[in-house]
């Protein structure tokens, strides 16, 4: 009798338990009540979503302070298949955790995950001076280090670490930027559209067909005269040379709309390599604005024009 | 019994025979063996087109030294359902031409379509210092008109005009510019497109939304985002007010190139009123030349692609 | 005993007495009292600047309905050291005049200066039924000649028309557009520039550097990106081959607007031929609107900016 | 007597010694027997040079695999009052090494940048199944720790590091692109520009006015229309709130080349926060191709034409 593998139902994450990535997935009812997979990195996540083993995996894709997480940008444009299909906003806070007894005095040495460390970095300079860093891959992991070895005096680490660590806080809210904000996107193996509901996104990756002054220039354009915004654009290197670069785009709006439809249509017949991550609705759930000549109708319209000179019947 | 009114053979020009419209008429291979009615201005020509007495109408639409044909332009916008099925060109050279007995020493006062007049000033103003000049309606009504009365010493007239009138050459090709050339359409009612050859050319009449510095802009980018050139784009008073301007223009290509027919989506998306005018051969025979990337292909498979993304079964 | 010759204190305009040309005229503050002097065409009147018979011409440029006055245009183009220095707004209305006696019913041919005729084209061919048409070299003149002989039983002729001829009106305001309006310029020989006045002008003309499908585009951005705003753009040939065109141009500002100064600098660069044709008061003296960024101030900031960075003092 | 500090001789680089920072330095001329400041993070660099404890800086500014450097790029924006003044390419090649004994087999957990770990991590998932990873903040420091404890059984290090430690070498050349290359940019506290080569590069910050969809195509425009090439263009969050911008730009040529003067003044117009950072020759000598409408002499050309129609003397 053969034997048919189960559907997953598991979701992925980075973790330990305890990181911004788990806060996010608490945000997605459909993961409510299913088992949650801590993974090591971004690569992890989405090879449980490929092999089948998880729904979809939550991962960071930019930070208010930091920008584009490149790690998954890169993961993003290596691994086919998948598709975004949430996004969800996470406000950043740090707290410095020690173990108990340590005073601030005591700090000389703090143990964060880098891209913490960096924003942290007037606060620590202030009340830390001399402190020295140790990289952690991530900050639960580097406030759980605290309680194995003694490399560190203290960590950076996310509100609500003392749920999982028997640590005490040091200081609170010391990031940089009081509002900083990270940005996560639930990505799944489906070629299932989310339905647009007028507040959508639309992310891509395109790469130029040469290196010419146009050729940005002319990509842009293609989003323009359809009256589509960008809200992301980011180069990453495609890593052959320098010079080369592929683009991270998000785009105001829902593939399903007229306007976001012709509009890749003239990017794919632009560019060598266009891939769609996926259409799915703001986390900020703004609806977007766009003048009225680039209503659905106009372009139906349009077509029916078209259709009506050439003697083709409307289809 | 009912009686069907007999499809209507005859082919309209701006008379009467010598002109160059009959020149061009001469170049329509289905014309030869027709019935050619000589009309006296473009109105008419295009009045016996829609109203079914003849089958096309030769008009005047350009000239290499004066410009667009204003009349015949504004005459487009204002007749609906008309499509120019064919383009031809007529070298533009001028005589002059008198009574028998006159000289040009006797030369005082010429009679000449002011078009004509103008292309001859600079031999004029040379051979004839402080002439007169009389405006007609036509140059063979101009040469005519000096066997019927004695206002004018002299006329301009086409070459051959001696097969029609009775009259001597005082002197041949006093044009300014010997490379002059007028082109011509053919104009029919009929909502048949003729076949594509690659050497084709579009006809089109284009109204901008509203008055603003980007408009215009706007609407050369419908054409330069999918590699249609623009042989002819000139701007004509819509009528109402100064400052607001419909184009004419000629696109390199014909509506059933995909680059062009998506050309026309974005133009008509775009603009508040757009004609048709229609697709056909160019005179010259020049094969459209374009780069690769507006291929047909390349737009049939972003179609393709954009459906599959979109799940839809390709067309 | 040397003898220099007086400076001219004519002024020139296509006469005779009553036409719409003679009305701007009757415009120009600085004219009244002057000699006018009364001309045949655009020729003239400009012959009559460069050899400084005349102060300046008044000639007409652009109709609301018939479009720009080609001649004029191509005369511009043509005749070197001439200058717009102003511009004047004439609205266009015609009667039907006749000899005493004469009744609407016993029109049969009209007399009239062609773009006349074409105005009034709609109420004639209601009013008067299969009459004919004698083209003349002004209105005034169609109408001065109804006196002399008796070719045709009616002329179109201006409002005021009885004032210089005995004749009879048989209808007022014929036109077929009740807001016809003729724009006049006041041309002079002369490298003064009118001062700014925030209601400016200026009139240039460029022709394009090859025929490539980019090549207008880029002319307009030339304008765009300094936030300049056409009011007229016309294409004109060139003359020496169809397809080649100049651009007639009157963009917003004057060239003290530093906007409009960096406008014309990339012109100069990017096109093989700019004339410049003058800086002027609008004739409707509406103030140029232009966003902040397109200030004075802010070209002015940018180049001290730069000159400090590459160690100049400022100019 | 007053005392003046002596001028600084030393250059600061990214220590340790052996780091790819290092070799950059070296191919500096004027840096050869000067004294070089070995420091922890691009922060010290910058500071030592503002300080005025170093001549200038060398800093890792883009990777051929892994992008900009963010930290470079985010400090270049903060620091002010520095310039780049020149540009240096290392070749990136990694080798694994251990303790001596140790082989291949033996090697569970790897100690390494995590820039370097993921450029090698095919070759590492291929040859060193499961193994382990632990961050550090440097290649060679990773490699000093290999003798200091036993945390790691081996590390990632650039070639040479031998010449530094007392390791062996496991594998050499264990990177996934064999022509990788890291960018660098000497950086120094100065006014002065470096002179024109024909082969030089421009870098700049750019905010955008706002955040409309037209904004990164107008900017984009400023270089276009005066035929300017950007080698790079790459976005990093200003940090205060998701979805603005900065743009890091690398465009080719000097700012004492026309051109690129006229570009910046568009700029400076456009933007409301511009930063040069400096002109300096390329690493890689390659002479900046632009057509010739372009040339420095146009520029000059029609600056004198337009100062002569406003009656300016020429500068």
Redesign the interface.
């Known amino acids: 009798m053969p034997q048919t593998s189960p559907a997953p139902t598991s979701y992925s994450f980075l973790g330990p338990a305890g990181t911004f990535t788990e806060a996010a997935l608490a945000q997605v009812p459909e993961a409510a009540g299913k088992t949650w997979r801590a993974v090591n990195n971004v690569g992890e996540a989405l090879t449980d979503v490929v092999s089948g083993r998880s729904v979809a995996a939550m991962i960071a894709i ?7 997480v ?2 998954t940008q890169d993961a993003l444009a290596n691994v086919p298949n998948l598709r975004i299909i949430g996004e969800y ?1 996470v406000p950043v806070s740090f707290d410095l955790v020690a173990r108990h007894g340590t005073t601030l005095a005591d700090v000389h040495t703090v143990n964060a995950h ?1 891209v913490a460390y ?1 924003q942290c ?1 007037a606060w620590l300079d202030a009340a830390v001076p001399g402190h020295g ?1 140790i ?3 991530s900050n639960v992991a580097a406030a759980a280090a605290l309680l194995e070895n003694d490399q560190a005096d203290a960590a950076i680490a996310p509100p609500g670490i003392l749920k999982h660590h028997d640590l005490a806080v040091l200081a609170t809210n010391i990031g940089d ?1 009081p ?1 900083a ?1 990270t ?1 996560f996107v639930l990505v799944a193996s489906t ?1 299932e ?1 989310p339905a647009p509901t007028g507040a959508d996104k639309t992310s891509l990756l395109v790469e130029l ?1 040469e290196d ?3 050729a ?3 990509m ?6 359809r ?11 495609i ?5 080369r670069y592929r683009f991270v785009i998000d785009a105001d709006g829902h ?2 709309d007229e306007r976001m ?1 012709d509009a ?3 990017l ?3 560019s060598p390599n266009v891939t ?1 991550l996926g259409s799915y609705p703001r986390a900020d759930k703004r609806l977007i604005e766009f003048t009225d ?2 209503d659905d109708g ?2 139906i ?3 029916d ?2 259709r009506a ?3 083709q019947d409307p ?1």
């Open positions: 930019e930070n208010s302070v930091d920008g584009g490149t790690a906003l880098p960096a970095r860093h990289p952690a891959s930027n509002n904000v940005r070629s559209l067909p010419h002054s146009g940005l220039l002319e842009l354009e293609q989003f323009a005269t009256g589509v915004n960008l809200s992301l654009i980011q180069s990453r290197p890593g052959d040379e320098l010079g593939i399903l439809a890749l249509l003239g794919r017949r632009f769609f000549r680039y106009i372009f319209e349009a077509r024009w078209l000179l050439i003697g289809a």
